[in-house]
């Protein structure tokens, strides 16, 4: 197994947006929809992407945030960003960015940072690099957002759905399905959480504050 799956290049990054639609049914911008209404995302945010690879998500938050608003999406793949700035083109409170998101970035001052289908597939060092970051760029009283896996016993999969994580996912997924996000955010001053649920509690959506 693969230790990690999340930088997507060549023929995965090419056809990104239609495999991840057949991998989950073509639930996907369903989810994206349903996840954006839980963020309440107001007219003049400024809400940053990190890892926001085809601008599926930034495109909806760039609809809500408005004129007066300011969206950012930070990838480092090349055909990622390019299929993002082919997205978001006429967006013009959206700024793409071609970044590492484990290493410092040059903003600050944000009201919301979203991860979307990025934290499981960092090494547990590299998440903490990702929380010194997302602590620099968010304001005191902001919003982190991070839509992934949930905690769940993978054993209790049905079989279906059990050779899908196996084989299609990495073995860091495997280890971050075990993992006590809310115990970690509160170790980078991050509290007052709150979650929604998708997909039989399988993909969570976690809300926690900047404290
Ligand atoms: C699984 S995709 C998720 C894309 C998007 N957030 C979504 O939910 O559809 C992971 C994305 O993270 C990007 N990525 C992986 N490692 C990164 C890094 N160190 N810095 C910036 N982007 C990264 C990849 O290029 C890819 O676009």
């Known amino acids: 197994m693969v230790r990690s799956k999340i930088k997507i290049t060549g023929i995965k990054a090419r056809f990104y947006d239609l495999l991840v639609n057949l991998a989950t049914g073509f639930r996907y911008g369903k989810l994206v929809k349903e996840v954006t209404a839980k963020m309440n995302i107001a007219e003049g945010v400024g809400l940053i992407d990190l890892g926001g690879g085809t601008g599926k998500n930034a495109k909806l938050f760039a609809r809500l945030a408005g004129n007066s608003g300011k969206i950012v999406l930070v990838d480092i793949g090349k055909t990622m960003l390019k299929k993002a700035g082919r997205r978001l083109k006429k967006y013009k ?40 970051n997302v602590s620099k760029l968010l304001k005191r009283g902001g919003h982190l957002f991070i839509l992934d896996y949930n905690q769940f016993d993978m054993k209790k999969l049905n079989p279906i759905a059990g050779y899908l994580f196996t084989h299609f996912e990495c073995e860091l997924a495997a280890e971050f399905i075990k993992w006590d996000a809310e115990r970690f955010l509160r170790s980078y001053k991050f509290g007052k959480f709150e979650k929604w649920y998708w997909h039989d509690k399988k993909i969570r959506l976690l809300r926690a504050e900047k404290l």
């Open 93 to 132: 409170n959206c700024e793409i960015v071609s970044a590492d998101i484990l290493k410092p970035l040059k903003f600050n001052g944000f009201d919301m940072v979203f991860i979307s289908f990025i934290m499981h597939g960092l090494e547990i060092q590299e998440r903490s690099a990702l929380m010194k």
